[in-house]
């Protein structure tokens, strides 16, 4: 198993920047792909970004591509996401996800984080 924790979550102006990072511990960090996923209050979560184990491929939902930006260090066991040019629809609970297979389909994750709240005022 592998056990992730969020933090950077907080409230913040639109057009302000956030960092969030997902601390991972257990299994070996590297071997898997991992995900940020958000949910907005009354709506289904939803895909943000991905990344594989080696960085190889991202991938970004249209709605953060150009502002959002995802990156990860192994040798740390840390997940990030630099969140630039924040709007109120980016106000959600955002996840980290960790699988073996990245997907945009958050039932193709098996591992996930308790969540950290953003929340953008206009």
């Known amino acids: 198993q592998v056990q992730l924790v969020e933090s950077g979550g907080g409230l913040v102006q639109a057009g302000g920047s956030l960092r969030l990072s997902c601390a991972a511990s257990?299994?070996?960090?590297?071997?898997?792909?991992m995900a940020w996923f958000r949910q907005a209050p009354g709506k289904e979560r939803e895909f943000v970004c991905s990344i594989t184990r080696d960085d190889s491929i991202i991938d970004y939902a249209d709605s953060v591509k150009g502002r959002f930006t995802i990156s990860r260090d192994n040798a740390k066991n840390t997940l990030y996401l630099q969140m630039n040019s924040l709007q109120p629809e980016d106000t959600a609970v955002y996840y980290c996800?960790?699988?073996?297979?990245?997907?945009?389909?958050?039932?193709?994750?098996?591992?996930w984080g308790q969540g950290t709240q953003v929340t953008i005022s206009s």
């Open positions: 996800a960790a699988s073996y297979y990245i997907s945009r389909s958050q039932y193709g994750y098996d591992y």
């Open positions: 257990g299994r070996t960090f590297s071997s898997y792909g």
